[in-house]
């Protein structure tokens, strides 16, 4: 007994324990040997009547992935206690395969002798919750750990297409011509519509045929035909049409039964509009580029707002599936530039063309491509000097410009910033030689109002324009960062140390009260990284703008190490994911406005241990750069 007692006392965490209790658990063990090779648990499948603490010999325990690889191996030696953290925080489920190796010999220690210790000592609970807490950064394990959804439960999987009805799709009105009209009118009359079907009525206004751009192709150009022949002399037939009320999967079936690639709607016995066969089949698509691309070919602010509605849902499911956070911002930013730049396109088809070569950028979050579902406009545009007669014309043509597209993303839901960071504010259009200048000045003064405003236009990206004036931007800021710059990044990082990690002396999470709830806020808990990350980058000239790819850059200069950029990477987007996931779930579930307050009681318990861990891995980066820049432990 003896003998037990002292092998307890050399290992973590029972050495934590009172003498008097460790004789007591050496009383409870029970001794196991296991032969070379025994297979002990297998992941997410066996049950665990308690804990392991391994005497001699080894345990190998990984991940099958699958195609039955091991994944993650680890070795675990005498002295090594398995299944804590199974037992406290996967429902007695086993986390990983285990195998004995070398003929080990274990002490047990059945579940509710464990679990009673956990209660009773909490230095001896959290030694398990931390171990996983750490382990939850690393994202292999994560992967492996929280498996994505079944692709059955995806909002956009396949058996979508059982339940949808023709209604729920956006489907395009009708463009017609008469039968006599010439192929080279029915032409222009698609081009000015941009449209490839065009519809040919008869003389009492029946709809009797079609004709597409391959119709043109292999009918008329193919046969060296005349433009000037009657269009109903070259159009296809049948008619074929479905009602609104007809589900999805009757009308992909109905296309490929007749061949047709183009079907009628309609709606109480009328004509309301039609579907291509590429549109239908890319409603039910699961690539983010074909929901980008579906945005492309959006012809309407009302449908572009239908798509931007729809974009919660749809990162909402990728997220679910497993899809990294960096990824599911990415897609959300994506989406966001390419309704911008629709906007800006159809702008310049009212107001005319641009009097100067610009560029329109975005700033902040969604200059990083960082967006999430709580995002507003912050845009900027710069354009190229004129000779000072043309100075005001040019001017008023992109203050009036700028008014225009900002009233129309706000229209579509990308709502006005409530900071005024936009560029129908005069303070942010401006020519390049007024940008430079504005840099100039923030860098300069360097108060703590200029170092906001620096840092929100350091976090800026090129979105529709001349990619040239950007560039020389950025060739002007990489000269003027190799001057002394030591004001500057000290107040930088003091902005970056406002905000502290939630986290109190007692290692318990800060929250106060919203709507009787205990919450913190997630944005503010991610802030110091986002600006921790944002001053190296400036220091080291690295003018990539998202947080994910500056770390990457900073990695590469050894400005951080290996295990250092992992921490921070894996914190940032296990938040990032956290905050994604509970905005959608507003928006959906909810019908809310989504918010950044997390209610501490919505949160498993791997939840909160991985969050303690990582508001850890963010006080540390704070003492780093107390050090680097302010020469100040205490900052």
């Given at each position: 007994m003896?003998?037990?007692?002292?092998?307890?006392?050399?290992?973590?965490?029972?050495?934590?324990?009172?003498?008097?209790?460790?004789?007591s658990?050496?009383?409870?063990?029970?001794?196991?040997?296991?032969?070379?090779?025994?297979?002990?648990?297998?992941?997410?499948?066996?049950?665990?009547?308690?804990?392991?603490?391994?005497?001699?010999g080894?345990?190998?325990?990984?991940?099958?992935?699958?195609?039955?690889?091991?994944?993650?191996?680890?070795?675990h030696?005498?002295?090594?206690?398995?299944?804590?953290?199974?037992?406290?925080?996967?429902?007695?489920?086993?986390?990983?395969?285990?195998?004995?190796?070398?003929?080990?010999?274990?002490?047990?220690?059945?579940?509710?002798?464990?679990?009673a210790?956990?209660?009773?000592?909490?230095d001896?609970?959290?030694?398990?919750?931390?171990?996983?807490?750490?382990?939850?950064?690393?994202?292999?394990?994560?992967?492996?750990?929280?498996?994505?959804?079944?692709?059955?439960?995806?909002?956009?999987?396949?058996?979508?297409?059982?339940?949808?009805?023709?209604?729920?799709?956006?489907?395009?009105?009708?463009?017609?011509?008469?039968?006599d009209?010439?192929?080279?009118?029915?032409?222009?009359?698609?081009?000015?519509?941009?449209?490839?079907?065009?519809?040919?009525?008869?003389?009492?206004?029946?709809?009797?045929?079609?004709?597409?751009?391959?119709?043109?192709?292999?009918?008329?150009i193919?046969?060296?035909?005349?433009?000037?022949?009657?269009?109903?002399?070259?159009?296809?037939?049948?008619?074929?049409?479905?009602?609104?009320?007809?589900?999805?999967y009757?009308?992909?079936?109905?296309?490929?039964?007749?061949?047709?690639?183009?079907?009628l709607?309609?709606?109480?016995?009328?004509?309301?509009?039609?579907?291509s066969?590429?549109?239908?089949l890319?409603?039910?698509?699961?690539?983010?580029?074909?929901?980008?691309?579906?945005v492309?070919?959006?012809?309407?602010?009302?449908?572009?707002?239908r798509?931007?509605?729809?974009?919660?849902?749809?990162?909402?499911?990728?997220?679910?599936?497993?899809?990294?956070?960096?990824?599911?911002?990415?897609?959300?930013?994506?989406?966001?530039?390419?309704?911008?730049?629709?906007?800006?396109?159809?702008?310049?088809?009212?107001?005319?063309?641009?009097?100067?070569?610009?560029?329109?950028?975005?700033?902040?979050?969604?200059?990083?491509?960082?967006?999430?579902?709580?995002?507003?406009?912050?845009?900027?545009?710069?354009?190229?000097?004129?000779?000072?007669?043309?100075?005001?014309?040019?001017?008023?043509y992109?203050?009036?410009?700028?008014?225009?597209?900002?009233?129309?993303?706000?229209?579509?839901?990308?709502?006005?910033?409530?900071?005024?960071?936009?560029a129908?504010?005069?303070?942010?259009?401006?020519?390049?030689?007024?940008?430079?200048?504005?840099?100039?000045?923030?860098?300069?003064?360097?108060?703590?109002?200029?170092?906001?405003?620096?840092?929100?236009?350091?976090?800026?990206?090129?979105v529709?324009?001349?990619?040239?004036?950007?560039?020389?931007?950025?060739?002007f800021?990489?000269?003027?960062?190799?001057?002394?710059?030591?004001?500057?990044?000290?107040?930088?990082?003091?902005?970056?140390?406002?905000?502290?990690?939630?986290?109190?002396f007692?290692?318990?999470?800060?929250t106060?009260?919203?709507?009787?709830?205990?919450?913190?806020?997630?944005?503010?808990?991610?802030?110091?990284?986002?600006?921790?990350?944002?001053?190296?980058?400036?220091?080291?000239?690295?003018?990539?703008?998202?947080?994910?790819?500056r770390m990457?850059?900073?990695?590469?200069?050894?400005?951080?190490?290996?295990?250092?950029?992992?921490?921070?990477?894996?914190?940032?987007?296990?938040?990032?994911?956290?905050?994604l996931?509970?905005?959608?779930?507003?928006?959906?579930?909810?019908?809310?406005?989504?918010?950044?307050?997390?209610?501490?009681?919505?949160?498993?318990?791997?939840?909160?241990?991985?969050?303690?861990?990582?508001?850890?891995?963010?006080?540390?980066?704070?003492?780093?750069?107390?050090?680097?820049?302010?020469?100040?432990?205490?900052?």
């Amino acid at each position: 007994m003896n003998e037990r007692v002292k092998y307890l006392q050399s290992i973590t965490p029972f050495n934590l324990l009172p003498i008097e209790v460790l004789q007591s658990v050496a009383e409870q063990l029970q001794e196991v040997s296991y032969k070379k090779d025994t297979i002990i648990y297998q992941q997410e499948t066996t049950k665990l009547k308690g804990v392991d603490i391994i005497v001699k010999g080894q345990y190998e325990s990984f991940f099958y992935d699958s195609i039955q690889n091991k994944r993650l191996i680890e070795y675990h030696d005498a002295g090594f206690c398995y299944g804590g953290v199974s037992v406290l925080l996967n429902r007695r489920q086993s986390l990983r395969t285990v195998i004995a190796k070398k003929g080990t010999l274990v002490y047990f220690l059945h579940r509710k002798d464990f679990r009673a210790l956990c209660k009773a000592y909490e230095d001896f609970f959290l030694y398990f919750t931390a171990e996983f807490g750490k382990r939850m950064q690393n994202e292999e394990f994560v992967h492996f750990f929280k498996r994505p959804a079944a692709f059955e439960e995806s909002y956009l999987a396949a058996d979508q297409i059982y339940s949808r009805k023709i209604e729920s799709v956006e489907y395009r009105p009708i463009v017609q011509c008469t039968g006599d009209t010439p192929i080279f009118e029915a032409a222009a009359h698609m081009a000015s519509h941009k449209v490839s079907c065009l519809f040919v009525t008869d003389e009492a206004n029946h709809i009797v045929g079609y004709v597409t751009d391959i119709t043109l192709r292999d009918k008329v150009i193919a046969q060296q035909r005349s433009a000037a022949d009657a269009v109903s002399s070259v159009m296809d037939n049948p008619i074929v049409a479905i009602d609104v009320e007809a589900y999805v999967y009757e009308a992909v079936l109905m296309m490929f039964s007749t061949k047709t690639r183009y079907l009628l709607v309609k709606k109480d016995g009328q004509y309301v509009g039609f579907l291509s066969r590429n549109k239908l089949l890319s409603e039910q698509a699961q690539s983010p580029l074909v929901f980008i691309q579906s945005v492309k070919s959006a012809v309407s602010d009302e449908e572009l707002k239908r798509k931007w509605d729809s974009v919660p849902h749809f990162v909402n499911q990728l997220l679910e599936r497993g899809v990294n956070a960096q990824i599911a911002n990415q897609v959300i930013s994506t989406i966001a530039d390419t309704i911008a730049q629709k906007v800006i396109e159809s702008t310049i088809d009212v107001v005319g063309l641009p009097p100067a070569k610009f560029v329109f950028m975005v700033l902040g979050s969604e200059g990083r491509k960082e967006q999430t579902f709580k995002t507003d406009q912050d845009n900027a545009i710069i354009y190229e000097d004129k000779a000072n007669e043309h100075r005001e014309e040019v001017r008023e043509y992109f203050l009036d410009f700028a008014q225009q597209v900002s009233g129309r993303l706000n229209s579509i839901g990308i709502s006005y910033c409530t900071g005024g960071f936009m560029a129908q504010n005069p303070k942010w259009t401006h020519s390049l030689s007024h940008w430079k200048r504005n840099y100039i000045s923030w860098m300069a003064e360097s108060l703590p109002e200029t170092v906001i405003n620096f840092s929100t236009f350091f976090d800026c990206r090129f979105v529709y324009g001349d990619a040239s004036i950007m560039d020389e931007l950025h060739e002007f800021l990489n000269e003027e960062l190799q001057k002394p710059m030591d004001k500057l990044f000290h107040n930088m990082a003091i902005n970056a140390l406002q905000y502290e990690p939630p986290l109190t002396f007692f290692n318990t999470i800060r929250t106060f009260k919203k709507n009787e709830r205990e919450v913190f806020d997630i944005k503010k808990a991610m802030t110091p990284i986002v600006d921790l990350v944002r001053v190296y980058a400036l220091k080291n000239r690295v003018f990539e703008v998202n947080t994910g790819e500056r770390m990457k850059a900073l990695r590469k200069l050894e400005v951080f190490s290996e295990t250092a950029y992992h921490e921070l990477s894996q914190s940032y987007y296990f938040l990032m994911s956290m905050r994604l996931k509970k905005q959608a779930v507003q928006i959906i579930y909810d019908k809310a406005s989504p918010d950044n307050y997390i209610d501490l009681s919505s949160l498993t318990k791997i939840e909160r241990v991985t969050l303690k861990e990582i508001f850890k891995v963010i006080g540390n980066f704070q003492s780093k750069i107390k050090m680097d820049f302010t020469n100040s432990v205490l900052g």
